[in-house]
Nanobody, 122 residues
Framework: QVQLVESGGGLVQPGGSLRLSCAGS????????MGWYRQGPGKQREWVAS???????NYADFVKGRFTISRNNAKNTVDLQMNSLKPEDTAAYYC????????????????WGQGTQVTVSS
């Protein structure tokens, strides 16, 4: 059974830092693109950052220079280091694992964790 479990959320002051971690199981972790998404109060879920199987990274504009995504395939984990946090970063953060395979037609496998809450407030 596929499982993604996020941890590391909490309450921090503006300008502070948090490190989120996502542990995967039930998948060949190294084959998946891993990502972080977030959903703030009254907002839709939005993409934050991703890291491919080849370790190429991409970030949403609103976190560039502040957040860093990384992966450790030996530990089946993906982390999100969040620095210079702002109140607008307050959201539930979700881990995502995605892979596209090409048997006869492309098939996407997409998995989500349960989320971890990040609250940025003074």
């Amino acid at each position: 059974q596929v499982q993604l479990v996020e941890s590391g959320g909490g309450l921090v002051q503006p300008g502070g830092s948090l490190r989120l971690s996502c542990a995967g199981s039930g998948i060949i972790f190294r084959d998946y693109t891993m990502g972080w998404y977030r959903q703030g109060p009254g907002k839709q879920r939005e993409w934050v950052a991703s890291i491919t199987a080849g370790r190429s990274t991409n970030y949403a504009d609103f976190v560039k220079g502040r957040f860093t995504i990384s992966r450790n395939n030996a530990k089946n984990t993906v982390d999100l280091q969040m620095n210079s946090l702002k109140p607008e970063d307050t959201a539930a953060y979700y881990c995502n694992a995605e892979v596209v395979i090409f048997p006869s037609i492309p098939v996407t496998y997409d998995y989500w964790g349960q989320g971890t809450q990040v609250t940025v407030s003074s």
